[in-house]
């Protein structure tokens, strides 16, 4: 990414309101207060922003464990089904003192519709914002599958 592209990035990152990041923030809190984790004990909530409409998700985990989803991707997927196609920010919430990012697989699949969307992370213990190109800088795109 040059730095052109880096200060394009971070210049639509800070038009995203004070006021839309704080309902991301409430919205994915209200999501983890819905999430199936009986297994793991640790519920996740999200919410993406994607053109002014903020669609939320929680981790829905199985018995079988492989089949358990995580809160970005479900509110990511539930984004899309809604017709959605461009992320400008997902805000990640785990009721923990540590702050933790999405999984690579979650970081793959924002990377599909939101390449340049602001991150943020947020437990009880604090917040931190990510660019994607921080988290997954080598993310797997689209050119790369035309130079098979
Ligand atoms: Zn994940």
New binding site residues.
Partial sequence: MTDLELQLQWGRIMAILPTTLDELRRRAREAAAHAYAPYSGFPVGAAVLCDGVVHGGANVENVSYGLSV????NAVFSAVARGARRIDAVVLYTPTDSINT??????QVIAEFGPDALIVCCSDGGEKEYTLEELLPAAFSAPQLAKR
């Fill in positions: 995580c809160a970005e991707r999405p999984c690579g697989a979650c970081l």
